[in-house]
């Protein structure tokens, strides 16, 4: 869900148009889709399930949501789910990326004696019990943007003791789930609730917050994950045996020049949006560029102290190490440029993340694209494996998430284009396993089905399965590219002919 804070100029230049790689997949390579609670279940206070921060902010400000959109009943999965559990069998995916919603389970988001709903746990563990019979294997995401209202309240992810509330629902949900759930993401794309729930004011809670905001939330985030990382390890990891990673997601930053300043942008811009929640977990600490330039732009502001918060030495050996596996989503490709010096502002009035990035963004106006952060091009992708591969110490890397988002203008059942950009962005990822020699060990499409697309309510389509928002059953229709992707699932390879696939 990348979504740039960005200044747009345009400049052309050629889109790639690479071939497809016939190799089969990988032995155990895992072929998969995901969705997430808050943007299929709907039942928003059925059973016990407590408000959470979506859907406070739907109710509140239904004009910040195109079509006024809400969670209310969304795909009415926490009904349906014995359909999608269907789609899913049919579809003969290896596993299925799905979130936990939290007020389900802890309505009040606080884990204490008395708060457990066991209408919440009952649904979750009737799911994962259906899937793994079917031979899917669930991947877990506990947090996955719909923060319990009362944590909001209490400051949300610009608070650090929001770290201690995950933490503590985490411990519930190893507990109520572990025996039966193996894989578990922490927390889905911090970089972009941080950046368009606290600068820009996109998505909930809709704060347009000082430029400290954003590092406030990456440190409050990266704590929350290596507490419940740390969780897992002490108290669950030997009796269950699963493992745990978080999901972070990244487009390609491509210089648009050879320069030494747009070289540089681009990896400025890698370090204010992966970096700043890839590095303290694989590397150990804030990437250096982020400590030497918001410190020195703080001291140059005359702020009292640097906007960016410190780890100490205590936790950054702490957070470091605490991944199983590198958890990966991905849309797009941008160009970063250079854009100002560390001593200048974009807006001279202005004290912004934006200038302390000094990174300038645009897209190839030939790229195709229905949805401004939805791009298809298949080398960048390619070229962000092998960087995730060669900056963090080559880990096991998982797509958790990558497709196609049709403008709802266009929408229908024939979705060529999402065919055209799965096939690509596959072949992109062989290519990066077997010609880069990346890790790659699972692909998720997003999503299983149409669903409630935060800002953009339902009118950007990025299923494989079509939902009839306007019946009263939310109808679901297989796509076009969802018989596509089980042939592919099926096959174990990309080429139109399997005799063309090689081993
Ligand atoms: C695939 O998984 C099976 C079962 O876990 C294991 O025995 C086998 O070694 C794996 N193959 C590869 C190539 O990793
Ligand atoms: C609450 O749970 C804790 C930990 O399991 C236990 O030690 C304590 O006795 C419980 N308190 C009450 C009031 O039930
Ligand atoms: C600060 O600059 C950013 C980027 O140019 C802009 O989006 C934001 O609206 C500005 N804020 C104020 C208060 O002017
Ligand atoms: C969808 O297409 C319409 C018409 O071209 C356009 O106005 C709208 O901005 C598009 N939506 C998105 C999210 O790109
Ligand atoms: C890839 O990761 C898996 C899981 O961690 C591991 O078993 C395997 O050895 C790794 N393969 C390579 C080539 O590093």
Redesign the pocket.
């Known amino acids: 869900m990348f979504r740039l804070l960005a ?1 747009c100029c345009c400049i052309l230049s050629a889109s790639s148009d690479d071939a497809i790689n016939n190799h089969n997949f990988p032995e155990n390579f895992s072929l998969g889709v995901a969705t997430a609670a808050f943007q299929i279940e709907g039942a928003w206070n059925a059973d016990g399930k407590g408000e959470n921060l979506w859907d406070w902010f739907m109710h509140k400000y239904p004009e910040k949501i195109e079509g006024q959109a809400n969670g209310d009943v969304a795909c009415d999965s926490y009904y349906q789910w014995q359909e999608d559990v269907k789609l899913l069998r049919d579809l003969g995916v290896n596993h299925y990326r799905l979130s936990i919603s939290w007020t389900r389970i802890l309505p009040d988001g606080l884990a204490n004696n008395f708060t457990l709903n066991q209408k919440g746990v009952n649904y979750y563990r009737t799911i994962f019990k259906i899937l793994l019979d079917a031979g899917i294997t669930p991947y877990v995401t506990l947090y996955h943007w719909d923060l319990p209202l009362p944590l909001h309240q209490l400051g949300g992810w610009v608070n650090p003791i929001i770290a201690d509330h995950f933490a503590a629902y985490a411990r519930v949900c190893f507990q109520q789930f572990g025996d039966l759930v193996k894989n578990w993401i922490t927390i889905n794309e911090p970089q972009t609730y941080c950046s368009l729930g606290y600068l820009t004011g996109e998505h909930a809670p809709g704060y347009i917050l000082p430029a400290e905001a954003i590092y406030k939330c990456a440190y409050t985030t990266v704590m929350a994950h290596a507490k419940a990382y740390h969780i897992y390890q002490d108290e669950f990891k030997r009796t269950q045996n699963g493992r745990v990673s978080i999901v972070l997601d990244s487009p390609w930053f491509q210089p648009p020049s050879d320069s030494d300043e747009d070289q540089l942008a681009s990896q400025r811009a890698f370090d204010f949006t992966l970096g700043l929640y890839a590095n303290p977990i694989y590397v150990g600490n804030w990437p250096e560029q982020v400590i030497s330039i918001v410190d020195y732009r703080s001291e140059m502001e005359g702020y009292p102290s640097s906007r960016l918060p410190k780890f100490t030495d205590e936790e950054i050996a702490y957070i470091k190490g605490t991944y199983d596996f590198f958890c990966l989503n991905s849309y797009s490709t941008n160009f970063a440029y250079h854009q100002n010096n560390k001593d200048e502002r ?2 001279p009035d ?1 004290v ?1 993340f ?1 200038s302390d990035q000094g990174v300038g963004f645009y897209v190839d106006p030939k790229w195709p694209s229905e949805v401004d952060w939805v791009n298809l091009v298949p080398s960048g992708f390619r070229k962000l494996i092998k960087y995730v591969h060669d900056t963090y110490n080559q880990p096991e890397i998982f797509i958790t998430e990558n497709g196609w988002a049709q403008n709802s203008t266009t929408s229908g059942t024939e979705d060529p284009a999402r065919i055209t950009y799965i096939k690509q962005y596959l072949s992109a990822a062989l290519d990066a396993i077997y010609i880069d020699g990346a890790n790659v060990t699972g692909y998720t499409v997003w999503s299983l089905m149409d669903n409630l697309e935060w800002d953009h309510g339902y009118q950007i389509k990025m299923g494989l399965v079509q939902v009839d928002f306007e019946s009263v059953d939310r109808t679901r229709t297989p796509k076009a590219s969802y018989t596509w992707y089980q042939n592919i699932i099926k096959n174990r390879c990309l080429a139109d002919n399997v005799n063309d696939c090689t081993s």
């Open positions: 200044i974009i807006d202005n912004s934006l």
